[in-house]
């Protein structure tokens, strides 16, 4: 049941303990088609799977959240096939001033990281009360919630599975990072729920609600990124396109969206921030002194001159060629990392920003 169905149903039934009690013959009348909500087995079936789920939402500290409560995100109302009932971890306010949708491609690029690590950053340099939505998925997602986390903005992952555990569980880190940083996890499904491939496309529309607007940063000519892009359309949500170049494979999405005028092309935050006619703070301070070239130990420099040799490598590969052990290569590139001197990659690759 989807919240339009819900309001419908509290015109005739203002208590919802009066939906589970009430006569099969009066609830029909009140549903019309061929719907099995109306059947006492049905209702009984679900009140006892209800029972269940609270049990487990108290053991784990779930919170829950029903369409009526203050704290439901209020865009999201907005959809007429918005959940009834979400279930979240963290503490994050849905209902912030300005919240934008991340997603892409689960192949991208070093292009594409780049451009998640700019338009966090600069948005967040840009706007006051900011909130990025994503879907926690390879690709694009991770990096969106990473590029967050570095950049200290509050991040919301919208999951397609309930929170009994973190689908992928490659991400497991990443959400408990998310939560440890002012962030938040969240499903529409119970622990109890199958997770299926439909339940990622039911996801995206809770992506694309939740937000002002949505930006794709890359897609190839089909994916889950487009579904989500046309379900901010069919909301009338701005949706934005990071542009690729003619004839890469993850870019073809993203220039088939501004070729056809389903989304704006963007290449900076201001382009988002202009076109949805938000107030820019760096229109308001001046430009603060940022460090263009940090300062590199030895073993930094080193990997650095490789990076730029070699481009974007494993970590098993720089740590054979500079002949450096692979704890000590790791280490040296999370500080590397921390410094925007490089981006790390699928598949524990790394190149230089």
């Known amino acids: 049941m989807g919240v339009e169905l819900a309001q419908r149903l509290k015109e005739f039934i203002p208590d919802e303990r009066e939906f589970f009690s009430m006569p099969e013959k009066n609830l029909k009348q009140i549903i019309g088609g061929r719907s099995r909500i109306h059947t006492t087995a049905y209702r009984n079936s679900k009140l006892i799977k209800a029972e269940k789920e609270l049990k487990f939402l108290e053991t784990k500290s779930i919170k829950s959240i029903y369409y009526t409560d203050s704290c439901y995100p209020q865009r999201l109302l907005e959809a007429c096939d918005a959940p009834l009932m979400l279930y979240t971890l963290g503490n994050c306010d849905f209902n912030t001033k300005h919240v934008i949708s991340m997603v892409g491609t689960r192949h991208c690029t070093s292009y594409g990281q780049r451009m998640c690590d700019d338009l966090v950053k600069q948005l967040k340099d840009s706007l006051k009360d900011i909130v990025i939505i994503s879907g926690l998925a390879y690709g694009i997602d991770i990096a969106s919630h990473r590029a967050c986390l570095r950049h200290d903005v509050p991040t919301i992952a919208v999951m397609a599975k309930g929170l009994n555990s973190i689908y992928p569980a490659e991400h497991r880190n990443d959400a408990i990072a998310i939560l440890n940083s002012h962030g938040a996890v969240l499903t529409e499904y119970l622990s109890s729920d199958e997770i299926t491939k439909g339940n990622f496309l039911a996801r995206n529309r809770i992506i694309a609600g939740m937000a ?46 501004i070729r056809h005028n389903k989304a704006m092309s963007i290449t900076c935050a201001d382009d988002i921030i202009d076109a949805m006619r938000w107030e820019n703070l760096q229109s308001r301070n001046p430009p603060q002194q940022i460090e263009l070239f940090p300062t590199l130990s030895a073993e930094e420099q080193k990997i650095v001159d490789f990076l730029k040799m070699e481009g974007d490598s494993h970590i098993n590969t720089i740590s054979s060629k500079l002949n450096m052990p692979v704890y000590r290569v790791l280490s040296t590139l999370v500080e590397l990392d921390c410094k925007g001197v490089i981006i790390t990659m699928p598949g524990s690759r790394y190149a230089i920003h």
């Open 212 to 257: 002002d607007c949505t930006v794709i940063i890359e897609s190839a000519s089909s994916g889950g990124s487009l579904v989500t892009a046309s379900l901010a359309n069919s909301y009338n949500r701005d949706v934005f396109a990071v542009p690729g170049r003619v004839g890469d494979e993850f870019s073809k999405g993203c220039n088939g969206l």
